[in-house]
Antibody
């Protein structure tokens, strides 16, 4: 059974960097593609990007200049960094496993609410 | 970006009802569509991919159909566990995008 769990600060100040971790169990992050997805309050889910460990990444053009994905195989964790955050980055952030690059998502974490506010 | 529009936004129904949710794409996405179910505080759950393929373990009362720009998710006989929010997602091109969701509530 694949399980994903997001963690990180629930409050980030404007202009700072949002950093989240996704702990994966039941599968290796060296396999499959992995994604981060977010849902701002009252809005649709927004795909942030795909990553394949030590392989290509593909970011949403709307966020590409501010996003960095990484992975730590020793901890089996994924990481998201989003720089220069603004209030519009307030959202529930999810990590998810994809069946392939540019694909659908078969396992998701429960999500973590991150609020951007001073 | 391809825009996904779901209808209705909210749907009230009773246990045993047959319900249909529609998802429309702003341009053709062939069969590159998935459906998800989400309950409050829980992870989204994959129900259907490639427009009509049922994910393993998902009850057969769920079905998907459509191609091109119009798709439907049908629940043949609502069960108490089915009251949740449903989302569609295309994966035809980057970036993939999602519908805004349909909340299925008890009448």
């Amino acid at each position: 059974q694949v399980q994903l769990q997001e963690s990180g600060p629930g409050l980030v100040e404007p202009s700072e960097t949002l950093s989240l971790t996704c702990s994966v169990s039941g599968d290796s992050i060296s396999s499959y593609y992995w994604s981060w997805i977010r849902r701002p309050p009252g809005r649709a889910l927004e795909w942030i990007g795909f990553m394949y460990h030590n392989g290509p990444t593909n970011y949403n053009p709307s966020l590409k200049s501010r996003v960095t994905f990484s992975g730590d195989t020793s901890k089996n964790q994924l990481s998201l960094r989003l720089s220069s955050v603004i209030a519009a980055d307030t959202a529930v952030y999810y990590c998810a496993r994809a069946r392939g690059s540019g694909s659908y998502f078969d396992y998701w974490g429960q999500g973590i609410l991150v609020t951007v506010s001073s | 970006d391809i825009h996904m529009t779901q209808s209705p936004s909210t749907l009230s129904a009773s246990v045993g009802d047959r319900v249909t949710i529609t998802c429309r794409a702003s341009q053709s996405i062939s069969l590159w569509l998935a459906w998800y179910q989400q309950k409050p505080g829980r992870a989204p759950k994959l129900l259907i991919f490639d427009a009509s393929t049922l994910e393993s373990g998902v009850p057969s009362r769920f079905s998907g159909s459509g191609s091109g720009t119009e798709f439907t998710l049908t629940i043949s006989s609502l069960q108490p566990d089915d009251f949740a929010t449903y989302y569609c997602q295309h994966y035809k091109t980057f970036p993939c995008t999602f519908g805004q969701g349909t909340k299925l509530q008890i009448k």
